[in-house]
Structure formats: structure tokens, C-alpha cells
């Protein structure tokens, strides 16, 4: 019987679709927070996400309409904006940049909230739903959603894959890359344009109060494995569509479920599991390589006073 229910459930259009946006979207966030996480910019996802609120407000104010084309186009111009706020404040003020990714997060989705709240308080008929930006409504998907999604997951990807050798320096030594003769300035402003668009993507199925750990999670958990950048990202991805199957699987066979917070459970997951069992980095691993540096203090130690003791008595043996 259960094997049955499992075939009706993967025959399901709707199922489909929702768990193929899920996989994308989980691989492409977890492929571009790998450079996130190693330049130091994990709350930038989170800034920007909670960014893109007030674009897709305005997005509907102006067009009274809500497609996610249109909703894409607002939330990216907001990430934007938010993106070259973030580095105008640091350029020309003391301010640092994760003091200056506060305040734009806190600016921006406030101001969204008040758009939202204006909406929802308006004689528009048309404005329901879209609240669920807040925590995203995967559900909600349909099979032009998920084209969408799949074409942007994919030019991500691509994208990262092409240009891996510069996203590579310019997350370890921007420095050298800029010595090199690398636009750095560009290439950092393109990471961040990237980021802004797979939040973008993002936020109807996870929303924009969890994207940022859908972006930055699986790199973390990643990071645990491996000291290879291109292995780390790999893995990042693979654990990102994971947890999106996975957050999708269990919300479809459980009632009232989300689906978005529910992946972000599962990228949580294999967090736990890779900080306890991970080689070399993990917990247990760590603990092992404890116990064994002890035992081999303890032996060095017992063996160090077995030789002391045949020295004191060897004397003894000879004189008498």
C-alpha cells in the first residue's frame, strides 16, 4: 500500500514541479553561498533577501499584477540597490560592512513591511497571497514558476562554472587576483548580482526570512568535508537539492506542513551530521584524535618510567 502511495505521489504534475523547483533551487543557492561563506559575506544573503520585500511590493503597486516575472524584476532591482547601498556606506563612511548589512537589512525589509502593509489595507482584490513572501509558499508553484527557476538555476550554475578560477581568487586573495590584472571590482559586484538573483528566485518557495540559510547552510556543512574548493562547492550543491527534495517530500505527505521551512530543516540536518561526523573537522573525529594523542602521551610516558626504573636498578644488578 505504501509503495503505491509513493508511485501516486511522484506521478503528481503538481508534485513534480514543485520538487524539481525545490532541487534547483537548493543547488543553485548552495553552489553560490560556497563563495559567500568563504569571503566572509553570510549575511549578505540575508540582507539582500530581506531586500527584495519592498521590490516586490512596488513591483505589484505599479502593475497591479502578481506575476512572478514581474515580481523577479522587483526584487532584483531591489537587491540591487540594496547591494551598491551596502558598498557606498562602506567606501565613504568608518562604518564596517557587516554593521552596514545591518542597517540596510533592517532599512529595506522595513520598509517592506509597511509596503505590505499598505497593500493588504487596500481595496485591491488582487493583493492576497502575498504575504506568503514572508515564508514563502512553495505550494503555490506552477509549472511557469518552476521553468523560470530551472533556466536561472541553470545560467547560476553555469555561470559559477565558468568563471570558477576568478570566484576562486577573489574569495581566498582579492589582492593577488587584482595583481593579476583581474577586474576584482567587477567580479565582486557579478558574485553579489548572482546572489541577488538566486534569492530572487528564492523567495517565493522558501521566503525571504529563510533564504539566507537555504544560501549559506549546505556551504557550511560543505566545508566540513573537504579542503578543496571545487569538492566544497560540489557538495554544497548536492546538499542543497537534497534538503529541497527532502523539505518538499515530507511536506507533501504531511498535512499543513511548509515546504520552505521544512528544507531549511533538512539543510540543518546534514549541518548537525556534518559537524559530528565530518573527517578531520567533526566533533567525533576531533574527540578520537583526542583519545588518541592521550593514549600516546600515556604509553610515552609508561614506557618513559619502565626505562628509568631499568636504569636505577641496572647499577644495583652490577654491583652486587
Not at 531591489?78 to 547591494?83: E, F, L, S, V
Request: charged content about 10%; some cysteine; overall charge positive.
Amino acid at each position: 500500500m505504501m509503495n503505491i502511495n509513493w508511485l501516486e505521489l511522484f506521478r503528481d504534475p503538481n508534485t513534480q514541479w514543485i520538487l524539481l523547483g525545490s532541487v534547483l533551487l537548493g543547488l543553485s543557492s548552495g553552489v553560490l553561498g560556497s563563495f559567500a561563506y568563504l569571503r566572509k559575506q553570510s549575511l549578505m544573503g540575508d540582507a539582500l533577501a530581506h531586500a527584495a520585500l519592498p521590490g516586490v511590493c512596488i513591483a505589484f503597486m505599479l502593475t497591479g499584477s502578481k506575476s512572478i516575472v514581474f515580481f523577479l524584476i522587483g526584487a532584483a532591482a531591489a537587491g540591487i540597490i540594496a547591494t551598491f547601498g551596502v558598498g557606498f556606506v562602506t567606501r565613504n563612511s568608518r562604518i564596517k560592512q557587516d554593521s552596514a548589512l545591518g542597517i540596510v537589512l533592517s532599512v529595506f525589509f522595513g520598509l517592506g513591511i509597511v509596503l505590505l502593509t499598505q497593500i493588504q489595507h487596500s481595496d485591491s482584490g488582487n493583493q492576497s497571497g502575498l504575504d506568503k513572501f514572508l515564508f514563502g509558499q512553495a505550494a503555490s508553484m506552477v509549472q511557469a514558476d518552476v521553468v523560470i527557476m530551472a533556466i536561472v538555476a541553470v545560467v547560476l550554475v553555469f555561470a559559477c562554472a565558468l568563471l570558477f578560477k576568478e570566484f576562486k581568487l577573489l574569495s581566498f586573495d582579492p589582492g593577488f587576483a587584482k595583481g593579476l590584472g583581474f577586474p576584482v571590482a567587477f567580479l565582486d559586484q557579478l558574485l553579489m548580482f548572482l546572489i541577488v538573483v538566486a534569492v530572487v528566485v528564492g523567495i517565493q518557495a522558501v521566503g525571504v526570512v529563510l533564504m539566507s540559510a537555504l544560501l549559506i547552510t549546505p556551504a557550511v556543512s560543505a566545508r566540513y568535508w573537504t579542503e578543496r574548493l571545487g569538492v566544497m562547492v560540489v557538495l554544497a550543491g548536492c546538499f542543497g537539492a537534497v534538503s529541497g527534495f527532502a523539505g518538499t517530500l515530507v511536506s507533501t505527505t504531511a498535512n499543513n506542513l511548509p515546504t520552505g521551512p521544512l528544507s531549511v530543516l533538512a539543510a540543518t540536518f546534514f549541518f548537525i551530521v556534518s559537524v559530528v561526523f565530518a573527517p578531520r573537522r567533526g566533533v567525533l573525529s576531533k574527540l578520537l584524535q583526542r583519545l588518541s594523542v592521550k593514549q600516546t602521551v600515556m604509553q610515552e610516558k609508561h614506557a618513559a618510567i619502565r626505562t628509568v626504573h631499568a636504569s636505577a636498578v641496572q647499577p644495583r644488578e652490577e654491583e652486587a
